[in-house]
């Protein structure tokens, strides 16, 4: 069965500094990945994805994410990270070798933006 | 707003008590996800429906019922709950090979 690991429960980070929340995945085909963000009380927010292509993916509010098939990682990266970036964040996969529609969601990373 | 849209936002509901959450979406999307997000545990996917076919049920307990009636709509049927089964349902749609769409769900607590 396809699953996501985000190893790290919390990820702290000074303001302006770049920042990566881990992910790595096992699916049995190839992976449709997804990042999404999670604000308090809310759903989440999709951020970016992996399809096919181009291993470097951008996505919203400055944020991208590098495919890597060997390590079968993809981390979620930024340049300068803002204040306004705390939140929970989500990694996600698809295994297109099951041709099913199942999504499943890693546990989660919480990101603090210190300022 | 990401065009799927949930209701109620919060339900209070006894053990005993009958109740549903309602999922709608007009983005024209083929496929509606319902989701469980409890406190420190992850997101647990529960149901999943193509074309108003349901395509997965993840060993969820019969007092769960989910109905789809038609592509836009999904409904989550709620009957002689647990207070363990508190949390954020969470609702998402898809269409093809694209991203999913969350709701803001929908919080529950069984009192």
């Known amino acids: 069965a396809q699953s996501v690991a985000q190893p790290e429960d919390q990820v702290n980070v000074a303001e302006g500094n770049p920042l990566t929340v881990k992910c790595t995945y096992s699916?049995?085909?190839?992976?449709?990945l997804f990042w999404y963000v999670q604000y308090p009380n809310r759903g989440l927010q999709f951020l970016l994805k992996y399809i096919t292509g181009d291993n470097l993916v951008k996505g919203s509010y400055g944020f991208e994410a590098e495919f890597n098939k060997s390590q079968t990682s993809f981390h979620l990266k930024k340049p300068s990270a803002l204040v306004s970036d705390s939140a929970l964040y989500f990694c996600?996969?698809?295994?297109?070798?099951?041709?099913?529609?199942?999504?499943?969601f890693g546990k989660g990373t919480r990101l603090h933006i210190l300022p | 707003e990401t065009g799927v849209t949930q209701t109620p936002r919060h339900l209070v509901m006894g053990m005993t008590n009958k109740k549903s959450l309602k999922c709608e979406q007009h983005l024209g999307h083929n496929a509606m996800y319902w989701y469980k997000q409890s406190a420190k545990k992850p997101l647990e996917l529960m149901f999943v429906?193509?074309?108003?076919?349901?395509?997965e049920n993840n060993s969820v307990p019969s007092r769960f019922s989910p109905e789809c009636p038609n592509s836009s709509h999904l409904f989550l049927h709620l009957h002689t709950l647990q207070p363990e089964d508190s949390a954020l349902y969470l609702c998402?749609?898809?269409?093809?090979?694209?991203?999913?769409?969350f709701g803001q769900g929908t919080r529950l607590t069984v009192v």
């Open positions: 699916v049995s085909g190839n992976p449709y």
């Open positions: 429906y193509n074309f108003k076919e349901q395509t």
């Open positions: 998402a749609s898809r269409w093809g090979n694209t991203e999913a769409f």
């Open positions: 996600a996969v698809r295994d297109m070798g099951k041709g099913d529609d199942k999504i499943i």
